[in-house]
């Protein structure tokens, strides 16, 4: 079956894009012709991920790379501009969390998560910059519902991600006129990944499955088809935007986050 889009003989560049949606992003974009880069911190999770990506034919390259380290990101993307040119579309998913109370997180632990996915996400925009398409280059966030959803035991994440959102709109405002587009996907519950397998217990995900409205938990393809459109020229004026592919759970707002952690279904 042919792909609706055809990437062919563009770039994308998928930073934290070894494993759950970040690869299953990557994926997409190779089946649908992409040259197709990923970058991680794991260099055995880097060599996987590159082989399964290569299954699919096509140029595929896996580069090694913390987003804490900006020096090091701009490395990266300098490599994949000199091999293949201008990067089409960047998707920036590098993300961490995990469970704590706000008086047992230690400074060091709420850092820990602000460096990933704020920090990093400014990382590597940043030094995307001079390497994008320019005019047409679109940049995609990964973001989470709890930019805007409060949620217990997950201060530093919702602080981070909130960040992430609004260094999304800012950079959509300053490089509109260089014809790149940001916007923010934001996924709801995927079953399959590792972040939900850590936020959730078994009975969470069940009961969140039962709220929501749509009936069932995301699957990556989910989020990967929602990328490929606003890698797509159909999405062309589309920037600024946070768009939750969720099922429509985020429409129970903080109060469904407060019944995850009573484990309530």
């Excluded at 999304?168 to 996907?185: F, H, K, T």
Aim: net charge neutral.
């Amino acid at each position: 079956m042919k792909p609706r889009y055809d990437f062919s003989g563009q770039t994308v560049f998928v930073s934290g894009g070894t494993s759950g949606i970040n690869l299953g992003i990557a994926e997409a974009f190779v089946q649908a012709g992409a040259r197709v880069a990923v970058m991680s911190r794991n260099p055995e999770r880097v060599a996987a991920a590159q082989a399964q990506l290569a299954r699919h034919g096509g140029a595929v390259m896996g580069l090694t790379g913390d987003v804490r380290e900006p020096e090091r990101v701009q490395q990266v993307l300098a490599e994949v501009h000199a091999a293949w040119g201008a990067i089409d579309v960047l998707v920036s998913g590098a993300a961490g969390n995990f469970l704590a109370r706000a008086l047992d997180l230690s400074p060091k632990g709420f850092k820990a998560v602000v460096d990933i996915d704020l920090m990093g996400t400014f990382h590597v925009l940043r030094a995307a910059h001079p390497f994008l398409r320019q005019p047409g280059a679109s940049i995609i966030n990964i973001s989470a519902p709890q930019s805007y959803n409060p949620a217990p035991m997950q201060v530093h994440a919702c602080a981070a991600k909130a960040g992430v959102d609004q260094v999304m709109r800012v950079l959509a405002m300053e490089w509109g006129a260089d014809g790149i587009r940001v916007n923010s996907i934001v996924p709801g519950p995927v079953e399959g990944t590792t972040g939900l397998a850590k936020l959730a217990s078994d009975q969470a995900r069940a009961g969140m499955a039962r709220r929501v409205p749509l009936g069932r938990l995301g699957r990556v393809q989910d989020i990967a088809a929602m990328a490929l459109f606003l890698g797509s020229p159909d999405a062309s004026y589309i920037t600024g935007a946070l768009i939750p592919v969720d099922g429509g759970i985020s429409l129970l707002g903080a109060r469904n986050h407060a019944l995850d952690e009573e484990g309530a279904t």
